[in-house]
């Protein structure tokens, strides 16, 4: 693909501000190869996002994201259906999506894949709720304690990356609480209680915690990990087990289970918080469904 103009999409507040800083810096890479660049930074979230949409159904040949997974999702909920496709420029504090793709940490090897041109179809995930709400995630989908440590994660300023998560994972198992889950799985229903259920589009989340080691982002389907109540010392337990997700390790565990369907509906009382992509969007009950090929996204040809 001839790319003669890009729309960087830049947020101020991926990686404290650092995401600024690389767009400029990648504006100046893709000038240097004879791109138009053109860089949009709302001045809040709702003027991003109106600011992405107005470029996506203009004349732009390229979207692309600097920033986070969070930055990934607010320009895809702003453009999807224009046909546009994206770009990522990794900026953010966990770069999940970006990890999933292959597409390199470093702002000038990821502009080497944007100029190589290859574009891939991605699956995508949309939870709704039922008072319409919707929301669309690339990443994963998190519930119950997933939901609450992401929740506190977020407001942890230091250290960042995946050592947020685990602090925030300790302080959350303070209050530790099951819920009762009532889960379907296309026609398959399971009912127990559980202290999480994370819906992936990727394996990972939060920098690297493969929450669902085995999910794909082009077989149409999402994968569901639960993690049961313990029977005894649930705290110690929980303790153990949450931190294997850093390599995949929980799967496989007797309090583990994982499913993979089209379409994931969740039931639990009491109701527990929904995160995409790190942001909280709601609380269940909640369906689940996989969006087959929603974007298209350069990146480097798969191994």
Known sequence: MNIQHATLVASPY?????????????ADLLRAHDVEVEVIVGEDIADAADLTGKAARG??????VVGGDGTVRLTVEASIGSGKPLAVIPAGSGNDFARNLGIPLGTAEAIEVILAGHRRPIDLGRVSFPDGQTALFSTVAATGFDAAVTARAMDIKWPRGQARYTIAAFLELIGLRSRHYQVRVDD?????????AAIGNTTSYGGGMQITPEASVSDGLLDIS??????????????????KVFSGKHIGHPLV???RG???????????????????????????????????VFAPVPA
């Open 14 to 26: 991926a990686r404290h501000g650092t995401g600024l800083r690389v767009a400029h810096q990648a």
């Open 59 to 64: 004349d732009t040949d390229v979207l692309v």
């Open 188 to 196: 398959e229903c399971v009912e127990s209680d559980l202290i999480f």
């Open 226 to 243: 639960m993690a049961a109540n313990p029977p005894r010392l649930p705290r110690w337990t929980i303790a153990r087990v949450f931190p």
């Open 257 to 259: 289970t994982s499913m």
């Open 262 to 296: 089209e379409e994931i509906e969740l039931y639990c009382d009491p109701p527990a918080l929904v995160s995409v992509d790190g942001d909280l969007v709601g609380a269940l009950p909640a369906v689940f469904e996989a969006v087959p090929r929603a974007i298209e």
